[in-house]
């Protein structure tokens, strides 16, 4: 009787040992960083502001053609109406290589929407043997890297981010034919 006494009382001492230990156990477990509320630092603005202008002082600004860029299929009924001059002809009406501006949005970068130029059309409007091609520029953009679990804010860094700015045309890119004599190598006479 006393060991069946001592057994049961064992088993309830054991079982409130293991309640304790899994409540404890939930109470010291981790928050994953992902978790963390973090915040944007007050002086973001600032940053990016700071990082354009050393950006404009170190470097001009670069603009590239993109000349393995692809037109949307089927391009859109403007490519084929030829464009048009006069006092009421928007902008769209006038070009060459007409556009459309898009919104470029990254939850994780500074500024985190960016307008876009986006070109319509793969040949020059006006019959012309010129081809659209979009023009390229980088702008200084701040890039989230982490967040500090102990100040709770982010962390960016310095980044820049490639964008459309807009179109133009160009004709194909042709090259002179180089002399015959400069693909073979002549040997000297000897005598």
């Known amino acids: 009787m006393i060991s069946s006494f001592l057994f049961i009382l064992f088993l309830i001492t054991f079982s409130n040992?293991?309640?304790?230990?899994?409540r404890h156990h939930r109470g010291?477990?981790?928050?994953?960083?992902?978790?963390?509320?973090?915040?944007?630092?007050?002086n973001l603005e600032f940053m990016l502001n700071t990082w354009r202008n050393e950006m404009q002082i170190s470097d001009p600004p670069m603009e590239s053609f993109d000349e393995e860029w692809h037109p949307p299929q089927p391009e859109p009924k403007i490519c084929e109406i030829l464009p048009k001059g006069g006092k009421t002809a928007t902008i769209m009406d006038r070009a060459l290589c007409p556009w459309?501006?898009?919104?470029?949005?990254?939850?994780?970068?500074e500024p985190k929407v960016i307008a876009e130029a986006?070109?319509?059309?793969?040949?020059?409007?006006?019959?012309?043997?010129?081809?659209?091609?979009?023009?390229?520029?980088?702008?200084?953009?701040?890039?989230?890297t982490h967040c500090d679990p102990i100040t709770k804010?982010?962390?960016?860094?310095?980044?820049?981010?490639?964008i459309t700015i807009g179109c133009h045309s160009v004709f194909a890119r042709t090259a002179r034919a180089s002399p015959l004599s400069n693909h073979y190598r002549i040997a000297p006479l000897e005598i």
Do not use: G
């Open 17 to 22: 040992i293991t309640v304790t230990a899994k």
């Open 100 to 109: 459309q501006w898009r919104q470029n949005y990254d939850e994780s970068r």
């Open 118 to 144: 986006f070109c319509l059309c793969k040949h020059a409007r006006a019959n012309s043997p010129a081809y659209c091609m979009p023009i390229r520029h980088e702008v200084a953009v701040l890039r989230r």
């Open 28 to 42: 010291r477990k981790a928050i994953p960083l992902n978790l963390i509320e973090c915040k944007e630092p007050p």
């Open 153 to 162: 804010l982010y962390h960016y860094t310095k980044s820049t981010h490639t």
